[in-house]
């Protein structure tokens, strides 16, 4: 594996995990780069279901697919990531071996709509129950700005205490960079 910036290893990962005709989950779809790479993992029979509250970044995620000319579906839920569970069909839940966060504000846009601690918590918490046994979460944190800062130290306090009996969960961070560049949290259900 190459040591790479975390949004590059969080692909890396996934790419491991989730398998042609799978179903995945991007929590936080944005310009739908993390979605059009799920898409391409799972392929004409798979299924991905992206999240965001912001109907104008699902426009873009629904270009970027279109642009893309991949054949898997791709199911765009306008709402908080904290419900995924009321979007994503209960026959769909069986299936999904990979879910994505890429967490706080999309680059260029309103900075104040971040996602934050108490619902990425709620949207984890679900990820735990939906992701299937040798599934793989992971998460893109973001500790550059202060709200981040607090998120992120939530998260860690989160995903300490998931139960070591079902998951494994390890943290990717640059050591020697300035600004706190992102890390990644990525959860492995056994
Ligand atoms: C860093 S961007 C995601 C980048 C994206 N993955 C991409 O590939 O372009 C974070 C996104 O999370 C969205 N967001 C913020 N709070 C959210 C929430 N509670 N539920 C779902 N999406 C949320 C923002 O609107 C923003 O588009």
Known sequence: MRIEKPVSVSHQILAEYVREGDIAVDATAGR???????????????????????AHALQSTRSRIEDSGLKAEVVLHNANHARMMDYVPALDIPRISGIVFNLGYLPGSDKSITTEGETSIEALDSALRMIKAGGIIVVVAYAGHDAGVKEAHRIHEFVRQIPQEQFCAYVYQPLNQINNPPHLVAIRKH
Request: no cysteine.
């Open 32 to 54: 739908g780069h993390d979605t059009v790479f799920l898409a391409g993992l799972v392929g004409a029979g798979g299924r991905v279901h992206a999240f965001d509250v912001q």
